[in-house]
């Protein structure tokens, strides 16, 4: 069956720095690849897509590249702002099967000024 | 446009007593999801509906979830009755159109069972 795995959180870094969250997927078909984002308080929110290999998602500053020959799509952010705290998941929608989204289990991520 | 709402926020009962939890989905959206996240873990599929047919119920964990949702519009998922294990987030998400994984989601139901 399909799965999504994240590095494990909480990632605490200092405004400015350089941010990685991992993800590795595993999936029978074809997936899509996905990030979301929950601020405090809300619902999770597309943050980024990517649906084929090679494919760069980007938004609001972050970016993650579909690497189908290491199955991974890691999130990454060049500065982090102590706004981008937040619980972010990485998911998969495999659209040769059920396309119902995966998700893994989330990754914290808090800054500090 | 109105987002996708849940009532209540979050619920605290004690283990047998019964639990509804409701999802206002976004308006003229079919699809309407209902996850669930326990304990830090991975956000878990429980079911879909398209209007008012479920098409996928195959992340319900027992006979003691009963989804519903009366004439394609607001949905229901009752818990008769709760044990501990089911404590957790629920969350429910519509889209537009089957098959796109964008989905916007409510801010989920903290549900504790004691």
């Known amino acids: 069956g399909n799965s999504v795995t994240q590095m494990e959180g909480p990632v605490t870094l200092s405004e400015e720095a350089f941010l990685t969250i991992n993800c590795t997927y595993t999936a029978t078909g074809y997936p899509s690849l996905f990030w979301y984002v929950q601020y405090p308080g809300e619902g999770l929110q597309l943050l980024l897509k990517a649906t084929k290999a090679d494919d760069k998602g980007s938004n609001k500053g972050f970016e993650a590249t579909y690497r189908k020959e290491t199955t991974s799509f890691h999130l990454e952010k060049g500065s982090v702002q102590v706004s981008d705290s937040a619980v972010y998941f990485c998911?998969?929608?495999?659209?040769?099967?059920?396309?119902?989204?995966?998700f893994g289990r989330g990754t914290s991520l808090i800054v500090h000024p | 446009e109105a987002g996708v709402t849940q009532f209540p926020s979050h619920s605290v009962i004690e283990k047998g007593q019964t639990v509804t939890l409701r999802c206002d989905p976004i308006s003229g959206h079919d699809n309407l999801y209902w996850y669930r996240r326990v304990m830090g873990k991975e956000i878990k599929f429980l079911l879909h509906?398209?209007?008012?047919?479920?098409?996928?119920e195959s992340g319900m964990p027992n006979n003691r979830f009963l989804a519903e949702r009366t004439g394609g519009t607001y949905s229901t998922l009752k818990v008769q009755p709760a044990e501990l294990e089911d404590s957790g987030v629920y969350f429910c998400?519509?889209?537009?159109?089957?098959?796109?994984?964008?989905?916007?989601f409510g801010s989920g139901t903290q549900l504790s069972v004691l």
């Open positions: 998911a998969l929608s495999d659209l040769g099967g059920s396309y119902i989204p995966t």
């Open positions: 509906f398209v209007k008012e047919s479920k098409q996928d």
């Open positions: 998400a519509s889209s537009q159109v089957f098959g796109d994984a964008k989905l916007f």
